[in-house]
């Protein structure tokens, strides 16, 4: 053998991982990293949309309830109006019916008689009609309530205890549960 195929086969030297190679594994590193800090960002701003959806549609619900409720409340109390207006007619009933009443029985006649019958049922149809539509007297027994009562005066009373209601002056009314007119009476001392 000559001289340069011994030297050719000369033992190579084995071959060092150059600078290149651990730059590219550190740049694959850092590009996982940089991939998994995108995922983290994208989930938390996909639940932050999720939170933001939920509430919004809370709110969307609440608001349709709050409708509901108020269209429910407008439409049983429409007729508050009609009603305080045809109080004065169911007042000037009684007026009358207390007139009748109060003639004594020698002036009654047979078309008196008829008149006050005539009068009894058309109040009785009248109040059931206000009773149909949630109109109701105020409860005028017993001891005075701030909420349905109007106190116009105080009376001395042997009978009675102060505070308790004597004598009912213009009869008080609710339209289902509120207050249409309050009960105007006297109260004992």
Same mark, same amino acid.
């Given at each position: 053998?000559?001289?340069?195929? !011994?030297?050719? %086969?000369?033992?190579?030297? &084995? *071959?060092?991982?150059?600078?290149?190679?651990?730059?590219?594994?550190?740049?694959?590193?850092?590009? *996982?990293?940089?991939?998994?800090?995108?995922?983290?960002?994208?989930?938390?701003?996909?639940?932050?949309?999720?939170?933001?959806?939920?509430?919004?549609?809370?709110?969307?619900?609440?608001?349709?309830?709050?409708?509901?409720?108020? !269209?429910?409340?407008?439409?049983?109390?429409?007729?508050?109006?009609?009603?305080? =207006?045809?109080? /004065?007619?169911? =007042?000037?009933?009684?007026?009358?019916?207390? %007139?009748?009443?109060?003639? *004594?029985?020698?002036? /009654? /006649?047979?078309?008196?008689?008829?008149?006050?019958?005539?009068?009894?049922?058309?109040?009785?149809?009248?109040?059931?009609?206000?009773?149909?539509?949630?109109?109701?007297?105020?409860?005028?027994?017993? *001891?005075?309530?701030?909420?349905?009562?109007?106190?116009?005066?105080?009376?001395?009373?042997?009978?009675?205890?102060?505070?308790?209601?004597?004598?009912?002056?213009? !009869?008080?009314?609710?339209?289902? =549960?509120?207050?249409?007119? &309050?009960?105007?009476?006297?109260?004992?001392?």
């Amino acid at each position: 053998m000559s001289k340069e195929n !011994k030297n050719s %086969t000369v033992e190579t030297e &084995p *071959e060092v991982e150059t600078p290149e190679t651990e730059e590219v594994t550190k740049s694959s590193e850092s590009e *996982e990293e940089q991939t998994t800090d995108e995922i983290t960002q994208l989930k938390e701003l996909v639940t932050q949309w999720e939170d933001k959806y939920l509430r919004t549609h809370a709110d969307f619900e609440n608001a349709k309830k709050r409708l509901a409720k108020d !269209k429910a409340t407008a439409v049983s109390y429409a007729n508050e109006s009609f009603a305080n =207006d045809i109080l /004065s007619v169911v =007042d000037s009933f009684e007026s009358a019916l207390a %007139t009748i009443e109060a003639i *004594e029985t020698e002036e /009654s /006649s047979e078309v008196l008689d008829k008149i006050k019958e005539g009068l009894d049922l058309t109040y009785a149809q009248l109040t059931k009609v206000l009773e149909k539509n949630g109109i109701k007297a105020v409860e005028c027994e017993g *001891e005075f309530n701030p909420d349905v009562h109007q106190a116009i005066m105080q009376v001395e009373h042997d009978e009675k205890k102060s505070g308790d209601i004597v004598q009912v002056l213009q !009869k008080g009314y609710t339209i289902k =549960d509120r207050l249409l007119r &309050p009960a105007m009476v006297s109260t004992a001392k």
